[in-house]
């Protein structure tokens, strides 16, 4: 099996949370059904799958403040060789934070979004088709910047993630983030 029919596999499942998300993935089921690598950093038109991890500890969301985006994100990337999204997001998720530990809250996609990404670093506009994980660490002191990717680092309160993001699709994460924090606690 191809990693784009098992992605695609994955994503027959999938339950999106709003009408936006609906979008996004039926742009991920289009792209994997439609173009020949839907995985190549170098497929610009329409884009190409990245994956991103949503890391928690407690009532905490660690976000990084992008050197490149100068934006306050999530953990995340291109998928490299032969990668899964899921080992891409943990992978990115590590390099990015320096947390060595992270493991999956569940095994399964948690999130979808396709964004667009301004031209930069001799590439043209593109859009990012980004398959998002929720992940934990048992070690969040252990935490280190990465300053070639980022200006900052830091654990944030849920709402306060809300207003840093400032963005629809985060915050339909973080809701998600609080209803699965919500059934844990129930």
């Known amino acids: 099996m191809t990693r784009a029919s098992e992605l695609l596999e994955q994503l027959g499942t999938y339950v999106p949370a709003d009408a936006l998300e609906a979008l996004h ?3 991920i089921i289009g792209l994997l059904s439609t173009t020949a ?3 190549s950093r170098q ?3 329409p884009g190409h799958i990245t994956a991103s991890c949503f ?3 407690g009532d905490r969301l660690l976000l990084h403040h992008h050197k490149r985006l100068d ?7 291109h998928v490299d060789g032969d990668e899964s999204p899921v080992q891409t997001a943990l992978r990115e998720g590590a390099e990015e934070s320096g947390l060595r530990d992270l493991e999956l809250v569940f095994d399964e996609v ?4 396709v964004h667009a990404i301004p031209a930069g670093k001799g590439e043209p506009d593109h859009r990012h088709f980004d398959v998002r994980f929720l992940a934990r660490t048992a070690f969040p002191e ?3 910047i990465d300053p070639s990717e980022s200006n ?4 944030v309160a849920l709402d306060r993630a809300v207003a840093l993001m400032n963005e629809e699709a985060s915050t339909r994460v973080i809701r998600k983030i609080e209803r699965t924090r919500d059934r844990r606690h129930a």
């Open 25 to 27: 993935h039926a742009s």
């Open 37 to 39: 690598a839907p995985f």
């Open 43 to 45: 497929q610009f038109t």
């Open 55 to 57: 890391i928690i500890e």
């Open 71 to 77: 934006r306050w994100l999530q953990m995340g990337g």
């Open 110 to 113: 948690f999130d979808l979004d």
């Open 142 to 144: 252990a935490i280190s």
């Open 152 to 155: 900052d680092l830091a654990w």
